[in-house]
């Protein structure tokens, strides 16, 4: 099945016996054949050992993505839909604990060994996202395992545009099984009611912060919150829930608050609590700075802002910012949630970014939580770029 045979550069093979799942163009040395975009190929080392199979990009800047490692299966008669199979009730059953939301990642690409593809679940209804050529090449396949499954009614693929121009994937039809979708799907996190829009930001949702939204319901009761990139009011619908006495909310994106307003709406929460913003947060920070304005608990959920490496010096400036404005902001005692989502920017020098402002804010404060991914978008430890979203919960010192 094996379509062709790329060998590594000596020494490039360390990752791969690490179980690292990624080989960028420079690890190689020679490609045997001629392998188009999404064909699965072998793995040699340069001493012609095999090391596993994976699917080939001519595009991407990773080339290879590893499928299979020599040490797990015989790659010779490997069938690829029962692989394909397998790996998918796996990585369902391993989401059947979670009882808190019938909305949940069902799999979270590299991270449950099915690179490039994510899948959300939302009520019922799965929402493929291909990050990759191989998924690409495998999404119908996967599309029908999936249907195929009872906790499955539809099956609807969204696209990420800039991803798939980074893979060279075409734009073309999306794939739909099931009955078609053509309202806003409602989910229940929590006990709180979002309505989602597949066709919105991700895949609709941000469920990697779902755990992180409810720790919120802890700090907020009878406070003045004030919720950055609020979306569709994840974290300030949490904040309503959890007794806080007003809720500022800011976003740039139009459709996102106009979902955020239903979602008010649908909950049966006070609208009076509720001060919804319309801007650019970085202006509007300065905005409440001018106004002297002050909260209690500041949520600063910002999007990708250092996608990769080479984004790093901007987007630390940038972080900065937005941090050190929000310490300004606070009260003594006062409780910021920041977050960063880039891949690009790793723990440590996001603490390190915190810690600057806090020190340019001219306030003492303290990490009193560190918060991650939610469950369901596992880090596999041989794959530690799978922790993507790293976050801290500080508190200023009186
Ligand atoms: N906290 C949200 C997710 C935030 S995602 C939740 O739990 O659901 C990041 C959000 O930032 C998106 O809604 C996007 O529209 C918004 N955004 C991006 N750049 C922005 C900017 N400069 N000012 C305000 N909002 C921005």
């Known amino acids: 099945m094996p379509k062709a045979q790329v060998i590594l550069k000596k020494g490039r093979e360390r990752p791969l016996l690490r179980n690292h799942p990624w080989i960028y163009s420079g690890a190689i040395a020679e490609i045997v054949g001629e392998p188009q975009c999404g064909d699965i190929v072998e793995v040699f080392s340069s001493k012609k050992d095999l090391l596993g199979i994976g699917a080939y990009s001519q595009i991407s800047q990773i080339k290879i993505r590893l499928l299979n490692f020599s040490n797990k299966l015989p790659h010779k008669n490997i069938n690829f839909s029962t692989l394909l199979e397998k790996r998918i009730e796996k990585t369902i059953s391993s989401r059947q604990h979670i009882t808190s939301t019938n909305a949940y990642r069902l799999c979270h690409a590299e991270s449950d060994q099915l690179p490039g593809v994510i899948i959300d679940l939302y009520n019922k209804n799965a929402v493929i996202q291909i990050l990759s050529c191989g998924a690409e090449a495998w999404k119908e396949e996967i599309s029908q395992i999936l249907i195929s499954n009872p906790i499955i009614e539809s099956v609807s693929e969204c696209f990420d545009s800039e991803m798939r121009n980074l893979e060279g994937l075409p734009i073309r039809e999306r794939i739909h099984l099931g009955p078609k979708i053509t309202s806003k799907i409602e989910i229940e996190e929590n006990d709180i009611r979002f309505l989602i829009d597949i066709n919105g930001q991700k895949t609709g949702f941000y469920l990697d912060q779902r755990e992180n939204r409810f720790k919120l319901r802890e700090y907020v009761n009878k406070m003045d919150v004030l919720d950055c990139f609020c979306y569709s009011g994840g974290f300030s619908l949490n904040a309503a829930f959890g007794g806080a006495k007003s809720i500022t909310s800011v976003d740039s994106a139009n459709e996102a608050l106009e979902i955020f307003r239903e979602n008010i709406q649908i909950n049966n929460f006070l609208q009076e609590t509720f001060e919804i913003i319309q801007a650019d947060v970085f202006s509007q920070l300065r905005t409440f700075r001018d106004q002297d304005r002050k909260f209690d608990v500041i949520i600063l959920d910002p999007p990708k802002l ?93």
């Open 306 to 398: 250092a996608p990769t490496r080479k984004h790093v010096d901007k987007a630390a400036r940038a972080y900065k910012d937005i941090n050190l404005l929000a310490f300004k902001l606070l009260r003594p005692g006062g409780i910021l949630f920041t977050f960063s989502c880039s891949g690009g920017l790793d723990r440590s020098l996001f603490q390190k970014i915190v810690a600057d402002a806090a020190l340019d804010a001219g306030v003492d404060a303290q990490i009193i939580g560190t918060m991650s991914q939610s469950s369901d978008h596992p880090i596999l430890l041989s794959f530690p770029e799978g922790e993507y979203l790293k976050g801290f919960i500080c508190r200023i010192q009186d």
